[in-house]
């Protein structure tokens, strides 16, 4: 079972996250089990303080280094921590191999920043990883939180059935999925690829592997350039061999 520490100022914010069946199918099941931890919790101040100006001025203010080490040594005191992530857009972008990676471990904490972010001790002393959700910086670290664990529960062993396979995705091997369609299978008047209709169980796989093939390479062609070594090659070259061999 994976347990999620997430440290935040704003808990509430994960109110219907919790509440959504993916998350709760994960924590029936018991492959997830998600901490909330009130920051403010961790203050000795009658205004629960999590926050001060920065030194040397400027805008904004900063979270303080003492409630954060004091969470974490907290969660620390009843197990281990694998890994103690900070969310930040100065981080390591997100991607589905650190998912994957993420994935297996037993316990992992989340540090959600706010304000102008967090003190710079945090971040050496403190996390043992950052991740960034893309280029971009939203107000606070609870919805990357929320992307990253989601992301991670899909992966977890039990909580996304076979009928729909975190296998096939896109991202799964430096790819990106085909195309797909569903009923009706003609719209207006556009009509579903006859293979898909055909009922050909073979074709059907070399049309998606091609397509696969060609999406990536036409919209992510940074993808191709990672394929190289990547975890999964060797599978994604065994297929892609099956379906031109089929042909
Ligand atoms: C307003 S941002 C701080 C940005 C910071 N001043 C900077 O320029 O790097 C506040 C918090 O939101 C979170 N955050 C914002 N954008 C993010 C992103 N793209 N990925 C992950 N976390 C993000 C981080 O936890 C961050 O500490």
Same mark, same amino acid.
């Given at each position: 079972?994976?347990?999620?520490?997430?440290?935040?100022?704003?808990?509430?914010?994960?109110?219907?996250?919790?509440?959504?069946?993916?998350?709760?199918?994960? *924590?029936?099941?018991?492959?997830?089990?998600?901490?909330?931890?009130?920051?403010?919790?961790?203050?000795?101040?009658?205004?629960?303080?999590?926050?001060?100006?920065?030194?040397?001025?400027?805008?904004?203010?900063?979270?303080?280094?003492?409630?954060?080490?004091?969470?974490?040594?907290?969660?620390?005191?009843?197990?281990?921590?694998?890994?103690?992530?900070?969310?930040?857009?100065?981080?390591?972008?997100?991607?589905?191999?650190?998912?994957?990676?993420?994935? @297996?471990?037993?316990?992992?904490?989340?540090?959600?920043?706010?304000?102008?972010?967090?003190?710079?001790?945090?971040?050496?002393?403190? @996390?043992?990883?950052?991740?960034?959700?893309?280029?971009?910086?939203? @107000?606070?670290?609870?919805?990357?939180?929320?992307?990253?664990?989601?992301?991670?529960?899909?992966?977890?062993?039990?909580?996304?059935?076979?009928?729909?396979?975190?296998?096939?995705?896109?991202?799964?091997?430096?790819?990106?999925?085909?195309?797909?369609?569903?009923?009706?299978?003609?719209?207006?008047?556009?009509?579903?690829?006859?293979?898909?209709?055909?009922?050909?169980?073979?074709?059907?796989?070399?049309?998606?592997?091609?397509?696969?093939?060609?999406? *990536?390479?036409?919209?992510?062609?940074?993808?191709?350039?990672?394929?190289?070594?990547?975890?999964?090659?060797?599978?994604?070259?065994?297929?892609?061999?099956?379906?031109?061999?089929?042909?």
């Amino acid at each position: 079972m994976l347990t999620a520490h997430v440290i935040t100022i704003f808990p509430d914010f994960f109110g219907s996250f919790l509440a959504h069946p993916l998350i709760s199918k994960a *924590t029936d099941i018991d492959a997830l089990s998600i901490r909330l931890h009130d920051l403010r919790e961790y203050t000795h101040d009658n205004h629960r303080s999590v926050d001060d100006m920065p030194f040397g001025g400027g805008p904004g203010m900063v979270l303080m280094p003492g409630p954060l080490f004091e969470a974490v040594d907290d969660i620390r005191e009843d197990g281990k921590i694998d890994r103690v992530i900070l969310l930040t857009p100065q981080g390591r972008p997100l991607d589905q191999d650190v998912v994957a990676e993420l994935s @297996a471990a037993q316990s992992i904490a989340l540090i959600c920043g706010r304000y102008e972010g967090v003190d710079e001790r945090v971040r050496e002393h403190l @996390a043992t990883e950052e991740y960034s959700i893309g280029d971009y910086v939203l @107000a606070g670290g609870e919805l990357p939180a929320m992307v990253l664990l989601e992301a991670i529960v899909r992966l977890l062993p039990g909580v996304v059935g076979r009928e729909e396979s975190t296998f096939d995705e896109s991202h799964s091997f430096a790819m990106l999925e085909y195309p797909q369609y569903t009923r009706p299978s003609k719209f207006r008047d556009w009509k579903v690829p006859k293979v898909l209709l055909s009922g050909d169980h073979q074709r059907i796989e070399r049309w998606r592997a091609r397509q696969s093939l060609l999406r *990536t390479l036409t919209r992510r062609p940074d993808l191709v350039a990672g394929w190289r070594g990547i975890c999964g090659a060797e599978e994604l070259s065994a297929r892609l061999q099956k379906a031109l061999n089929d042909e």
